[in-house]
């Protein structure tokens, strides 16, 4: 039910944007020409939305005292590394066209950062956009046909914009920027957790493993709240935590009470994340009820095999399956060796970092058995 409200809210703002650009560009979608003007238009409207999106989150970040650590659209992600330098890398995250990741300000306590503006800042833009398009298209006459449709579409898609990320709103149980403005201004250990996302991201990015980094960025003052997304990553890190320490045993325990306890109210996401690590932990340890389990969820396996180029964490899964599942410890030893070669390709070095050491630590316990 929840999918069906998606698509039909996204088809009628679709369809409106569609008659609003029709409208206002003054054109005839039914010549050949003024058709393939119009789709150019949304196309390009489209892409430049999401950017002027992200760049919004940035610059209202920037004046909120946040530090740029990522800014990707699409796959092409632009960022900081950790000698201050700014590169290009690939990585894809389900469910995203996008994504402007900062460092909250330092010396602020992170129940008390700053978060309405740094989240306000998208929808901003695409409103001011938006409008300025709208404003351009009544005042401004002479304009060529190809232009009224770019400003009509770009209108539109902002004014859409706007609206499905300024309205608080829960799409398919992912909160948009103006339920988590609400949400983070009544709730501070929603606001712990959504700053512990941002620190621990910048310093995985930099080259720190989980193991290295300390106890209180992980403390958000309370019991984790898996219904809340911003909380629930905080507790899949805290396991994973144990993972990066060698604590196998304790880690897959604790993946298993995670998903047999709260798998409803986990996000898709979250589920897949967590079941691609019960996989290796199964796998590891021996439990091949889970393991079997696991490996038999087509839909876990699809997440992550499309995703293995760009995350090592699931590559790690996938040798551990070739190795102690399928007996095959030449696909496992050169799934280990891509990682290493493919090692400073991967956008979070801090788990490369941990994932070759589990890897290389897996494939000499098998070599002794």
Request: charged content about 20%; hydrophobic content about 45%.
């Given at each position: ?10 088809f ?11 409208i ?7 010549s ?32 909120s ?60 833009v695409?409103?001011?956009?938006a ?20 400003l ?42 959504f700053a512990?996302?941002?620190i ?11 193991s290295?980094?300390?106890d209180e ?10 219904s809340?997304?911003?909380q ?13 320490k060698?604590?196998?045993?304790l ?8 998903l ?6 986990l996000l898709?996401?979250f ?12 796998l590891?340890?021996g439990d091949?009820e889970?393991a ?20 090592s ?9 070739a190795?102690?599942f ?37 494939l ?6």
């Amino acid at each position: 039910m929840k999918n069906a409200f998606r698509f039909l809210l996204m088809f009628l703002m679709g369809a409106a944007a569609g008659l609003v650009i029709i409208i206002f560009a003054n054109g005839d979608s039914s010549s050949p020409v003024h058709f393939i003007e119009f789709i150019v238009s949304l196309v390009i409207a489209a892409y430049l939305q999401i950017i002027l999106h992200e760049a919004g989150h940035l610059v209202c970040g920037l004046l909120s005292g946040y530090r740029f650590v990522s800014f990707r659209i699409g796959s092409i992600t632009l960022l900081k590394d950790g000698n201050g330098k700014l590169r290009f890398k690939c990585f894809k995250l389900a469910g995203t066209g996008g994504q402007c990741l900062m460092a909250p300000p330092e010396n602020v306590p992170l129940d008390k950062i700053p978060t309405q503006l740094y989240n306000a800042g998208g929808a901003l833009v695409n409103l001011l956009c938006a409008t300025i398009s709208l404003l351009l298209l009544i005042f401004c006459d002479g304009m060529p046909m190809w232009l009224r449709y770019f400003l009509a579409a770009t209108m539109a898609i902002g004014f859409v914009f706007a609206l499905l990320n300024g309205i608080p709103l829960k799409l398919g149980g992912v909160a948009n920027d103006g339920y988590n403005i609400l949400y983070l201004k009544r709730d501070k250990q929603a606001v712990k957790g959504f700053a512990a996302q941002l620190i621990i991201n910048e310093k995985l990015q930099n080259g720190m493993r989980l193991s290295q980094m300390p106890d209180e960025v992980f403390d958000l003052g309370g019991a984790i709240n898996f219904s809340d997304p911003l909380q629930a990553n905080v507790g899949l890190l805290l396991i994973s935590r144990e993972l990066d320490k060698g604590n196998i045993e304790l880690a897959h325990e604790q993946f298993k009470e995670l998903l047999n306890s709260h798998r409803k109210e986990l996000l898709p996401l979250f589920r897949l994340e967590a079941g691609c690590e019960l996989m290796f932990t199964s796998l590891v340890t021996g439990d091949k009820e889970v393991a079997l389990n696991t490996i038999n969820d087509k839909m876990l396996m699809k997440y992550i095999t499309k995703y293995a180029r760009v995350m090592s964490p699931k590559q790690r899964t996938l040798m551990a399956k070739a190795l102690i599942f399928d007996n095959d410890r030449a696909k496992a030893e050169r799934l280990y060796n891509e990682v290493i070669t493919r090692h400073d390709s991967y956008l979070m070095q801090g788990e490369v970092e941990s994932d070759i050491e589990l890897m290389k630590r897996l494939l000499e316990t098998q070599n002794n058995a």
